[in-house]
């Protein structure tokens, strides 16, 4: 699966974007995709993931209630809908996808085989 990530830009703290990670392939509904971020000089930091199946969700605890993963298994996309955008959420973001991810591994970037090439966001304060 090859996966596209867009949506990022430059807005203002307090604001909102949606990012997209737009994929190809069969059976895109059978993969997790998770998003991942990565600022300047740190590692690449779990963000959010959902499964392919059950849609089952789970969020790093810095964005829980302000962003929010859905997925649209017609269009073979996932959204992270991200509000209430804090200078803190300045970074790349990325999409990973995998067809085998075990409930333990969920965040961890190792757990996932495809990834998109990144948009960046920038919260201006």
């Known amino acids: 699966v090859q996966l596209q990530a867009s949506g990022g830009g430059l807005v203002q703290a307090g604001g909102s974007l949606r990012l997209s990670c737009a994929a190809s392939?069969?059976?895109?509904?059978?993969?997790?995709v998770a998003w991942f971020r990565q600022a300047p000089g740190t590692e690449r930091d779990f963000v959010a993931t959902?499964?392919?199946?059950?849609?089952?969700?789970l969020y790093a605890g810095s964005v829980k209630d302000r962003f929010t993963i859905s997925r649209d298994n017609v269009e073979n996309t996932v959204y992270l809908q991200m509000n209430s955008l804090k200078p803190e959420d300045t970074a790349v973001y990325y999409c990973?996808?995998?067809?085998?991810?075990?409930?333990?591994?969920?965040?961890?970037?190792?757990?996932?085989?495809?990834w998109g090439q990144g948009t960046e966001v920038t919260v201006s304060s």
């Open positions: 959902i499964r392919g199946g059950s849609r089952t969700t």
């Open positions: 392939g069969r059976a895109f509904n059978t993969y997790t």
């Open positions: 990973a996808a995998s067809r085998t991810v075990i409930s333990s591994t969920l965040a961890s970037s190792t757990a996932y085989n495809y």
